[in-house]
């Protein structure tokens, strides 16, 4: 549940009951990195702003924060942002997401760069 | 087949993860379709995107440590940087961006342990990224609340007479743990005192390393 | 803006407000007393920045809290502080009636 009966949110988890912190860690992958510098660019050029990444984070609720990866998140939220600031439309969005997908079955091969 | 980046190694020395070599996901399809738009839209270019993850990947512990052991050997920096901490680190050339960094010191009765509850704020521009663990449910829910035990399960255990200093990075600060020198490096020079520090010991969950381990 | 309303060291109180959106005080902190640790600086106010809107600056405070004031008996040890970024929409004097 994404706010609790008394308005509670669920990202704001300061004090909560956990279990203990996991030690595995993994390198970031270059589709990782990619979406972390598209964070950094735009919003520094003003598209967005970091208070609304992290505002869409929290809206995706609780089953995104447990279900997706961290940059799978991100690229979400980054999406949402540059929908609202009309940046781009989701039709441009949807169109361009199918011809990427029609390139390849691999990120290799579906990516140009 | 396409192999874009293959050669590239991240900063800790291992592969990046096979992601061109498995199946193309729909988060992956929109970070490909996202980047081309903001090219077109000409918010960005692909010159532009790799630049900044070259940045990124240039960010290690390395300027954090450096940081602390120029603190270590330098009182007056020591005190400038707990001072500002943003200035005191663009002395060194490292410019920890727009956020404004607080310095926080370990001492023999103070231990100070960084988290971000709401989100994961951390200092990347001295850390780089931050590492999966403190972006998890249990290190954003317990550190506030159970500091002590969170710190035992990295390893660390401390006196009953030593403060804990919980520091939650709500908004607009970011914040960097110096660490106590550890015992018997008075010989040693800035660089050899730098490979002391590790990146645990200025979030928190770690001390530095002593020099005989 | 000068210093703010409060100054360091000024015993305070975290609203104890619970609207939904995106907020920066956390809500383990809301109705909970602290004393300002520092103030920082006047920074544009998140709650408007995060909907894309004009935002006005709002003055930043560092609010320490000791742990037995969060957690009670919970408390791991009671010499043990708690310290979050608050603005200052978020605080007001406390109580004078409140004992410390």
């Known amino acids: 549940m994404n706010i609790k009966k008394n308005g509670h949110r669920w990202h704001d988890m300061g004090g909560q009951d956990a279990g203990a912190v996991p030690q595995n860690q993994h390198d970031f992958s270059l589709w990782e990195k990619r979406v972390d510098a598209l964070m950094i660019v735009a919003s520094s050029k003003g598209y967005f702003t970091v208070d609304g990444l992290r505002r869409s984070l929290e809206d995706m609720g609780e089953y995104a924060f447990e279900n997706m990866s961290y940059y799978e998140r991100w690229i979400a939220s980054i999406n949402q942002n540059l929908i609202e600031s009309g940046t781009y439309t989701l039709e441009e969005l949807g169109a361009k997401m199918a011809q990427v997908q029609k390139r390849g079955e691999t990120y290799g091969e579906a990516n140009l760069g | ?213 | 803006m000068g210093s703010g309303l409060f100054a360091a060291g000024a015993p305070v109180r975290i609203r104890k407000l619970m609207p939904p959106g995106h907020v920066r005080a956390p809500a383990y902190i809301r109705g909970k007393h602290g004393t300002v640790e520092r103030v920082i600086a006047p920074f544009k106010n998140p709650e408007q920045l995060a909907y894309g809107l004009p935002a006005a600056e709002q003055m930043l405070y560092r609010v320490r809290f000791s742990a037995t004031e969060l957690w009670g008996d919970q408390a791991e040890n009671p010499r043990d502080f708690i310290e979050a970024e608050v603005y200052a929409h978020w605080i007001e004097p406390q109580d004078p009636t409140h004992a410390t």
């Open chain 2, 1 to 213: 087949m396409p192999h874009d980046h293959h050669d590239h190694l991240s900063p800790s020395g291992h592969p990046y993860r096979a992601d061109d070599d498995t199946p193309l996901s729909y988060w992956q399809t929109m970070e490909i379709a996202v980047r081309e738009l903001l090219v077109e839209k000409n918010v960005t270019t692909p010159e532009e995107i790799n630049a900044q993850i070259d940045k990124m990947d240039a960010r290690s512990p390395a300027i954090g440590a450096a940081v602390v052991a120029r603190a270590w050997v330098d009182p007056d920096f020591k005190q400038r940087l707990l001072k500002d901490g943003s200035a005191a680190s663009l002395e060194m050339g490292f410019d920890v961006g727009p956020m404004h960094l607080i310095a926080v010191e370990n001492t023999q009765d103070t231990h100070n342990i960084i988290v971000c509850t709401l989100c994961s704020c951390y200092p990347r521009n001295l850390l780089g990224l931050p590492p999966d663990w403190y972006k998890s449910r249990a290190y954003r829910s317990r550190t506030v609340k159970e500091p002590r035990k969170v710190l035992s399960e990295f390893g660390v255990t401390l006196g009953e007479n030593v403060t804990v200093r919980v520091h939650d990075s709500t908004a607009d600060m970011r914040y960097v743990v110096l660490p106590a020198r550890p015992k018997d490096t008075d010989g040693l020079s800035e660089a050899e005192l730098a490979s002391l520090v590790t990146r645990d010991s200025m979030i928190g969950t770690g001390v530095a390393r002593n020099p005989s381990t």
